[in-house]
C-alpha cells in the first residue's frame, strides 16, 4: 500500500517548484500508507494523516532517489522514485516552426540576392531584430505541395547562401523534420532504420548548402509520434528534449475535462505521464536519457486572445515551470496554402512579447533540458 503520490517519477524540480535554500531544493513528499505504520522519506520522519504522508526534504543532487520506507503489520515496505533539480532556474522560451520547404523552395525558384528577400524569412528575422527571439525551422526533403514533377527537394539548393546562413545561425538553426509532409504520422510506427536514414539525409543536405552550425537536433518529429523503439537513434543524434501535445481536447478547452482529452501527438506517451505533462510541462524519462516537453502555444490554432489566454495560465500554475514552448507551421504564412492564416506572423509576435514582457528569455528548446542530468 506504501506509495509516493508526488513528486512523480522523472519529475524535473526547480526553484520555481518549490522553496530554495541555498544550494538545496527544499521538496515536499506526498503519499499514502496503510494508517498509523511509520513512514520515512529519506530518513525524515513523515506526518500522517489517516493514509496520507507527508514529509519536506532537501534535495542536493541533481539526480537524486526519494524513498519511503514503512514497518508495519503487512511487514516492511518501501518505494522510490527518482526526480531532476535542475540547477537553472532562469525564465526562458523557444520558439521551433514545424512543415517547412515553401520557403526553401521560394529561395531556389527566384534566386534571390539574399535569403532573406524572402519574405518569410524577413519577418522572422524582424521579430528577431525586435525581441531577440532565435528560431529553428524543422525541415522537409521534398516539398509535397510542388505541382511540378518531379517535385522541388533540398538537395537542389544552391551552396550561394551559406556563408550567411553560418552568419545568422546563432539565432536562426534548421532541422530534421520528415521526408516530406504526406502521408501523415510518417515516423508512428516506422523502423529505427528508416528514421535513421530520413534524419541523416535531410541533416546532410542542411550542413551542405546551409552550414553545419546552422543544423540543431529537432525537439520535435513530424506529428511528434515516434515508437519509443526510435528514441535511441533520436537520442544518438542529439535529440534530448522531445516536445509535444501528449493531450489534446476535441472540445478546444484549455484543459481536458473526464472524456473530453484524447491522447494523442506525443511520442506514444501513457496517459498517466500525458495528464502529468499538461500541468507540469517536463517530465524526464530515464530509461531512455530524454526529457518530454509540453508546448504551450501553437500559433497556427489558437487565435491572438486564445494565445494569450493559454499564457497567461502560466502564471497561476505554480508547476510550468521557466520554459516556454512556442511552435507553429511555416506553411500558415503563405497566401497561396489553402489554410492561409493572414494574421499569422502576429499571433507569432503576440507570443513572443508575452514572453518578451513576462521576463523570459530567448532560446532554443534543447535549453529546456536540465544540462546536469546528462
Not at 528575422?125 to 521534398?142: D, K, P
Not at 505541395?145 to 550567411?164: G, L
Request: proline share 6%; charged share 25%.
Amino acid at each position: 500500500m506504501l506509495q509516493i503520490t508526488a513528486p512523480m517519477h522523472g519529475a524535473v524540480l526547480t526553484q520555481q517548484n518549490d522553496r530554495p535554500a541555498s544550494d538545496e531544493l527544499a521538496v515536499t513528499v506526498l503519499g499514502t500508507a496503510g494508517v498509523g505504520d511509520p513512514v520515512h522519506v529519506n530518513g525524515v520522519t513523515a506526518v500522517r494523516e489517516g493514509t496520507a504522508f507527508r514529509a519536506d526534504i532537501s534535495l542536493t543532487q541533481r539526480v537524486t532517489d526519494i524513498t519511503a520506507t514503512t514497518s508495519g503489520i503487512r511487514g516492511a515496505e518501501s518505494h522510490s522514485v527518482r526526480v531532476v533539480c535542475d540547477p537553472n532556474p532562469a525564465k526562458r522560451y523557444g520558439f521551433f516552426i514545424d512543415d517547412h520547404a515553401f520557403f526553401l523552395h521560394d529561395i531556389w525558384k527566384n534566386r534571390h540576392p539574399s535569403i532573406f528577400d524572402c519574405f518569410y524569412l524577413d519577418k522572422l528575422r524582424a521579430m528577431h531584430r525586435t525581441y531577440g527571439t532565435r528560431f529553428v525551422l524543422n525541415i522537409f526533403f521534398r516539398n509535397d505541395h510542388d505541382e511540378a514533377e518531379p517535385k522541388f527537394t533540398i538537395d537542389q539548393m544552391p551552396t550561394t547562401y551559406r556563408n550567411e546562413w553560418d552568419d545568422n545561425a546563432d539565432w536562426l538553426k534548421l532541422s530534421f523534420h520528415a521526408q516530406s509532409e504526406f502521408p501523415n504520422r510518417p515516423y508512428q510506427y516506422a523502423a529505427p532504420a528508416t528514421l535513421a536514414h530520413d534524419y541523416d539525409t535531410v541533416r546532410a543536405e542542411i550542413a551542405r548548402f546551409a552550414s553545419e552550425r546552422t543544423f540543431c537536433p529537432p525537439s520535435v518529429i513530424h506529428w511528434a509520434m515516434v515508437s519509443p523503439g526510435c528514441f535511441k537513434v533520436l537520442r544518438e543524434r542529439g535529440m534530448r528534449v522531445f516536445a509535444g501535445a501528449f493531450l489534446r481536447t476535441s472540445s478546444g478547452k484549455l484543459w481536458p475535462q473526464g472524456d473530453d482529452w484524447i491522447r494523442d501527438i506525443g511520442y506514444s506517451v501513457d496517459a498517466e505521464r500525458s495528464e502529468y505533462l499538461m500541468r507540469n510541462r517536463r517530465l524526464y524519462d530515464f530509461e531512455h536519457d530524454v526529457m518530454f516537453l509540453k508546448g504551450d502555444v501553437c500559433c497556427n490554432l489558437q487565435t491572438k486572445a486564445a494565445i494569450l489566454e493559454r499564457l497567461d495560465s502560466r502564471i497561476t500554475n505554480p508547476h510550468c515551470g521557466p520554459f516556454v514552448s512556442l511552435a507553429s507551421h511555416e506553411q500558415y504564412s503563405f497566401p497561396f496554402y489553402r489554410g492561409y492564416i493572414p494574421d499569422h506572423f502576429e499571433r507569432m509576435e503576440t507570443a513572443v512579447r508575452w514572453c518578451t514582457d513576462h521576463g523570459y528569455a530567448p532560446a532554443f528548446h534543447h535549453d529546456a533540458f536540465p544540462a546536469e542530468a546528462e
